[in-house]
């Protein structure tokens, strides 16, 4: 059964970076028509995607989060991972990381999430 | 690319039947027939209950259905129980690989 787990630090210091990482276990990040992202969703309000990534290192993000988001892709470890420049306490939230179902660059749905990890800014 | 609109809140009695709506634009909702409900419960990850406007993944109850009119898609479920409560939130396709998701709506089983 597919798990992903996400993981990094639980408290960033203003300006700085946020950086996890997603770990794929029971499966291959590699499988085809399957892309993986990361959804946010600040304490008390809803869920933001707020990017995508193919296991070829094909990059989707959101317009409003581009100029500060990098996601990346590790296929030997079966990893993904993401960084989020310039924080401020509007990315105080908590951070998931899912499977997205795709097929030619259409997403379809999210059908494997993590725990979610939340992620603190503040110093 | 804006938030897809949801009432903030809805509830119904054990057994009744209540529809959230999703409302969007002919850029997302309109557009793609690839709207995904979650169901998410207080401090859990969320959870797919419709796919492609009305399907089921498997081990969904049959209680839930979606369908799309137009610009707006909605979730209905039927035979409300106590385990529905919960919030849920509606995703949609926004195109150039991007996604949207609803602002989420709060279900209250009186």
């Known amino acids: 059964q597919l798990q992903l787990q996400e993981s990094g630090p639980g408290l960033v210091k203003p300006s700085e970076t946020l950086s996890l990482t997603c770990t794929v276990s029971?499966?291959?990040?590699?499988?085809?028509?399957?892309?993986w992202g990361w959804i946010r969703q600040p304490p008390g309000k809803g869920l933001e995607w707020i990017g995508s990534?193919?296991?070829?290192?094909?990059?989707y993000y959101n317009p409003s989060l581009k100029s500060r988001v990098s996601i990346s892709v590790d296929t030997s470890k079966n990893q993904f991972s993401l960084k989020l420049s310039s924080v401020t306490a509007a990315d105080t939230a908590l951070y998931y990381c899912?499977?997205?179902?795709?097929?030619?660059?259409?997403?379809?749905?999210?059908?494997?999430w993590g725990k979610g990890t939340t992620v603190t800014v503040s110093s | 690319q804006s938030a897809l609109t949801q009432p903030a809140s809805v509830s119904g009695s054990p057994g009744q039947s209540i529809t959230i709506s999703c409302t969007g634009t002919s850029s997302d909702v309109g557009s793609y027939n690839l709207v995904s409900w979650y169901q998410q419960h207080p401090g859990k990850a969320p959870k797919l209950m419709i796919y492609e406007g009305s399907k089921r993944p498997s081990g969904v109850s049959n209680r839930f259905s979606g369908s799309k009119s137009d610009n707006t898609a909605s979730l209905t479920i039927s035979g409300l129980q106590a385990e529905d409560e919960a919030d849920y939130y509606c995703?949609?396709?926004?195109?150039?690989?991007?996604?949207?998701f609803g602002g989420g709506t709060k279900l209250t089983v009186l």
């Open positions: 995703c949609s396709y926004a195109g150039s690989t991007t996604l949207v």
């Open positions: 899912a499977r997205i179902y795709g097929s030619g660059r259409v997403y379809y749905f999210m059908d494997v």
């Open positions: 029971g499966g291959s990040i590699s499988s085809s028509y399957y892309y």
């Open positions: 990534i193919y296991h070829s290192g094909s990059t």
